[in-house]
């Protein structure tokens, strides 16, 4: 089972490299680019929207939502364009670790206006 999961977490993380770069090929749809591009930013991203020391809630978006999002994205990608994308990202991917700024921005981005939202509703009640 762990041997299972293992590579399924190896084809999930190619599957989003490979997405990335379907990404920038033009053979594809721009609707599909813009999904797969805010899906790998947040994949890459060195931080989670949910922190994952969150008991539960922090695990949902990697189980859950990145997954979820990667296969509609997988859906989008014309065919022939993504299994071309999928062996370069599995020669890559052997390479190194790819991260992304675009990601850690997006994400510090929410959590900043979440704090904000939090910090204003707060002095709100305390007003009332």
Do not use: C, Q
């Not at 922190?51 to 997988?74: E, K, R, S, T």
């Amino acid at each position: 089972m762990v041997r299972r999961l293992k590579a399924s977490a190896e084809k999930l993380k190619a599957d989003t490299y490979a997405l990335y770069l379907a990404s920038k090929d033009p053979r594809g749809p721009w609707y599909a680019k813009l999904l797969v591009g805010l899906i790998v930013a947040y994949a890459l991203s060195p931080i989670d929207l949910i922190p994952d020391f969150i008991p539960v809630l922090g695990y949902v978006d990697d189980l859950l939502l990145v997954p979820a999002g990667i296969a509609l994205a997988v859906k989008l990608i014309p065919n022939g364009v993504l299994e071309e994308h999928r062996a370069t990202a599995r020669r890559r991917l052997a390479e190194g670790h790819p991260r992304s700024r675009l990601g850690l921005i997006i994400v510090v981005t929410v959590w900043v206006l979440l704090a904000l939202w939090i910090v204003s509703a707060g002095r709100h009640l305390l007003r009332a």
